[in-house]
């Protein structure tokens, strides 16, 4: 249960004065709907105005606020250009102010003889002085503010408004006792939770306090995610020692890699524990994880129990299966799959499978850990591509059964050092450092869109010789059928030109069984081009692909660049990207894009990734998804992730219940960042 203190909190908007359905409904597109999220939409800048007795030559350019009386107006001749509405200040000058629509009530608000209080900036226009559409009080009523913060808006709701609405919201605002370690906010000359929000909004350079705010959500994410850690090693479950037996047996075509082996090492020392394990694998694209995950699952079928691989797509799941059934099948270990699209009989006999024990290794998307799916005995669940699932599953997932499955996450994304201590804090890592030998590394190109022409013809001559290619489209903007358009447009071109037969698309509207036969088309040679949306980034493997091409290249995460780069290059031949490119490319962009043709090193491209991006760039909406941080930034989590981290430790260290003064601080804390599921797990007693 939430505590009582953060009630006025989490009361919808409308509770605020003046909020009714349209404003809330405005509110609700900038992802307001409470009254904390108003407190963290924090400004982005602020107007400074200066307040005048007089104009003076030396305001000019300044937002000023005088002290004005209206004596004579010049109405717009025959509706072209402005009317104006001439004023006196008190030393007698006269300044005109400007209104290029709506005359009668800028004459209603501005009635001759009478004072106003105007504000706005001060400009000279021949030999007057003048304010561009002013804003206009009455004296004593509700003045401009000297300094106004400035927020991130939506259509129909003015920065005004908001700001009145973020005041409101201060003003219910409780004072929260400090979680902050004391010797650490004395240190930093940090102020209490609410001081620093109210100084953020009013004056929004105040760096300190925006960055104690960081910190805040930062501490509670670490301290999240110790407590999963502390909660998983709590319970017990069946130690998995396995025989090698399966494993030997195994046949494969060449050598395990010296990391490979040394990963399998470390999974199966944690598989031989009672406590759950909970395992990081991190590894480049095409470094050869599916091959670890293989030897863990056969671990834990060598025990006597199931293992479960869960993937993030249809089309990675039937991927998947199929290798496993390849490789495991002749060693008399029975694999099935599940996902969304296994219906009725062939859904019923998977169930029936799995309660009973008659299938060892289960492959599927999400399905697979729904509440109806009951295992004889699940050993150990396997995720692949992590990084399309959140926090709140992962902890979902530890915290279900009694005897929890160990767990192993496999992730491509090369995450940096930092982040990783942020993001998988809670997870021990094993790293993948190493390529399977006798790949030739993939030329990279950058090339303007004002190629175009060139590369279709060079892509003709790739395919004409044999060759399979990639068409990666732009990402329009942050939606998929935008970005199906533009895949479908390019498609069309492709197929006028190279034949129908020959081109296949996928993007992410398209249903599963659609996506999957044109996968499987490219995959058997069919096909020979293949245009998709980003929905290919993950895993696909076509080894007799060697040419990717990626249009609008700017637009796209470096790391995300990387992924789509690590589709090619899977087979002996050489393999080429081209990165096509806008016209108008930032200095940041033309820097990011030549760090992928200097390097193939996954990590560096995370690092720089994350430098790159610059200050301000919030922890990437599209890539993070529901672990996205409010208030921290990049540069922030880099920093003060390792000192929550210690604290949150050192908290839980001398108050494991979190029971003390500090302690219902901290839990506090985590409420306030919907941290509740962490919560449940604090050892009771
Ligand atoms: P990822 O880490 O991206 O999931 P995969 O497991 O799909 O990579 O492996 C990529 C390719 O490398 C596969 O075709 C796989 O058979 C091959 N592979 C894996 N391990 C080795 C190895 N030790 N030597 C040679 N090829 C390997
Ligand atoms: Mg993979």
């Not at 670490?222 to 047996?249: D, K, V, W, Y």
Request: hydrophobic residues 40%; aromatic residues 4%; proline residues 5%.
């Amino acid at each position: 249960m939430r505590p009582g203190i953060l009630n006025p909190l989490f009361t919808e908007v409308e509770a605020l004065k003046g909020v009714g359905p349209q404003v809330s409904k405005q509110l609700k597109k900038l992802g307001i709907e409470r009254v904390v999220d108003l407190l963290y939409h924090l400004p982005t800048g602020s107007i400074e105005r200066i307040k005048a007795p007089a104009a003076t030559a030396a305001l000019l350019g300044r937002i000023v606020i005088l002290e004005l009386t209206p004596f004579d107006t010049r109405d717009s001749r025959s509706g072209r250009g402005p009317s104006r509405i001439f004023a006196n200040d008190s030393d007698g000058n006269a300044i005109s102010l400007v209104y290029f629509n709506n005359p009668g009530w800028a004459k209603r608000t501005l009635p001759k003889g009478e004072k106003r209080i105007v504000s706005g900036k001060l400009e000279q226009y021949g030999d007057e002085w003048q304010i561009i559409h002013p804003e206009v009080a009455e004296p004593g009523k509700g003045p401009p503010l000297i300094r106004e913060p400035v927020y991130p808006l939506t259509e129909g709701l003015t920065n005004r408004r908001l700001g009145e609405l973020v005041r409101e919201a201060l003003e219910r605002a409780p004072e929260l006792a400090e979680w902050i370690e004391p010797s650490l906010a004395a240190r930093e000359c940090w102020s209490a939770w609410r001081a620093s929000l109210a100084r953020v909004h009013h004056e929004p350079g105040a760096e300190d306090s925006r960055r104690r705010l960081a910190y805040d959500e930062i501490f509670a994410n670490q301290l999240a995610l110790m407590l999963l850690r502390q909660s998983q090693r709590r319970h017990r479950t069946n130690a998995l020692p396995g025989t090698g037996e399966l494993i030997r047996r195994l046949d494969l075509p060449y050598q395990l890699t010296d990391a490979q082996r040394r990963v399998i090492r470390e999974i199966r020392g944690d598989l031989a524990q009672m406590t759950p394990m909970l395992r990081l694998l991190q590894g480049d694209v095409g470094s050869g994880k599916t091959l670890v995950a293989v030897a863990a699952m056969l671990t834990a079928v060598e025990s006597g129990a199931q293992a479960a691989m869960l993937a993030p797509t249809e089309i990675l799941a039937r991927q998947h299966h199929a290798t496993l059934l390849k490789q495991l099948d002749s060693i008399g270990v029975r694999v099935a799959i599940l996902t969304g699209r296994e219906k009725g009989r062939a859904r019923d006999s998977v169930l029936m499978g799995l309660a009973d024990g008659s299938i060892d290794v289960l492959v599927g998307t999400h399905a697979i850990f729904q509440e109806k799916v009951a295992y004889k005995q699940l050993g150990l669940a396997v995720i692949d591509e992590q990084h399309r699932f959140g926090v709140s599953q992962r902890l979902l997932l530890a915290s279900k059964a009694e005897h929890p499955p160990h767990l192993l996450v496999m992730t491509a994304t090369p995450i940096p050092r930092t982040l990783t201590l942020t993001q998988y804090g809670e997870m021990d890592v094993s790293r993948i450092d190493e390529m399977p030998p006798g790949r030739t590394p993939v030329e990279t190109r950058v090339i303007s869109e004002e190629k175009l022409a060139e590369v279709i013809n060079g892509l003709g001559r790739h395919i004409s010789g044999g060759g399979q290619a990639y068409w990666v489209c732009p990402l329009v903007e942050e939606s998929e059928k935008s970005d199906a358009a533009a895949a479908e447009e390019r498609a069309r071109v492709l197929k006028l030109r190279f034949g129908e037969d020959k081109v296949g698309l996928v993007h992410g509207r398209m249903k599963g069984a659609g996506k999957d036969s044109v996968m499987a088309r490219f995959a058997s040679g069919e096909l020979a081009v293949l245009v998709a949306t980003t929905v290919i980034e993950v895993g696909v493997d076509v080894p007799n692909a060697t040419l990717m091409i990626v249009e609008g290249a700017e637009r796209f995460g470096l790391a995300q660049l990387h992924q789509l780069r690590g589709r090619v290059g899977r087979g002996t031949g050489k393999s080429v990207c081209l990165l096509i490119r806008g016209q108008n490319l930032t200095d940041v962009g033309r820097a990011r894009l030549s760090l992928m043709r200097e390097t193939s090193d996954g990590f560096r491209i995370a690092e720089e990734d994350l430098r790159l991006r610059g200050p301000g760039e919030i922890l990437g909406t599209r890539q993070s998804g529901e672990d996205a941080f409010r208030v921290a930034r990049a540069e922030d989590v880099a920093e003060l992730a390792p000192i929550a981290q210690s604290d949150a430790l050192l908290l839980l260290d001398r108050d494991g219940g979190l029971k003390g003064e500090r302690g219902q601080a901290a839990r506090v804390c985590l409420y306030l960042f919907e941290r509740d599921q962490a919560v449940d797990l604090i050892r009771s007693g």
